[in-house]
């Protein structure tokens, strides 16, 4: 079955600092992939997409990019701020389908 | 403005009384799902339902009920809750119109069994 893997956190940056969040998945086909934040108190928000191989998603500062050769979607962002503490779940949807498949999200605490 | 509304936000229960919690959507999405959120795991699909009286299991629908009377609503009912349903839950709302919808969620609902 479909399957996503995340790096373990919790992660802590200082302010400024470069970010990388690792998945990759496993599924059949072609899936559409998300990465969706979790604020502290709140439901999940998608931060950003990409529905093809290649594809790059980017939302806030953040980026990934649909590699199809080595079945990953990894999160990025130059420099990160305190604001951007939160958990991040990166997720995939097969095509013509609703239901997304998580990762097991992975904290990000951003310090001063 | 478009949002999914769940209550409660939290809930305490004990063993055995049935719940439920509500979830709502003014956005018109004929898919709406329920998630529970476990430390380690995700989130795992509950059920869901792909429009009005149309619901089908997700990977984890043991003892869980849900109806989908109204476009709209889509309750989630724990007919015996038990302390294994101790969880974070969140209904999801997306429209029927393949893999590039974006999926909504609510706020969430922290639940307790003791």
């Known amino acids: 079955g479909n399957s996503v893997t995340q790096m373990e956190g919790p992660v802590t940056l200082s302010e400024e600092a470069f970010l990388t969040i690792n998945c990759t998945y496993t599924?059949?086909?072609?899936?559409?992939l998300f990465w969706y934040v979790q604020y502290p108190g709140e439901g999940l928000q998608l931060l950003l997409k990409?529905?093809?191989?290649?594809d790059k998603g980017s939302n806030k500062g953040f980026e990934a990019t649909y590699r199809k050769e080595t079945t990953s979607f990894h999160l990025e962002k130059g420099s990160v701020q305190v604001s951007d503490s939160a958990v991040y779940f990166c997720?995939?949807?097969?095509?013509?389908?609703?239901?997304?498949?998580f990762g097991t999200g992975t904290q990000l605490k951003v310090e001063l | 403005e478009a949002q999914v509304t769940q209550n409660p936000r939290y809930l305490i229960t004990v063993t055995g009384k049935k719940l439920t919690v509500t979830c709502s959507q003014n956005?018109?999405?004929?898919?709406m799902s329920w998630y529970r959120q476990d430390p380690g795991l995700g989130l795992r699909q509950i059920y869901y339902?792909?429009?009005?009286?149309?619901?089908d299991k997700g990977d984890v629908p043991e003892g869980y009920k849900v109806s989908r009377k109204e476009k709209r609503n889509f309750p989630l009912i724990l007919e015996s809750p038990s302390p294994n349903q101790t969880s974070l839950y969140f209904c999801?709302?997306?429209?029927?119109?393949?893999?590039?919808?974006?999926?909504?969620f609510g706020q969430g609902t922290r639940l307790t069994v003791v």
């Open positions: 999801a709302s997306s429209a029927q119109q393949g893999s590039n919808t974006e999926a909504f």
């Open positions: 599924a059949t086909g072609y899936p559409s």
């Open positions: 990409a529905t093809k191989a290649d």
């Open positions: 339902s792909m429009n009005v009286e149309v619901t």
């Open positions: 956005m018109n999405h004929e898919y």
């Open positions: 997720a995939l949807r097969k095509g013509g389908g609703n239901k997304l498949t």
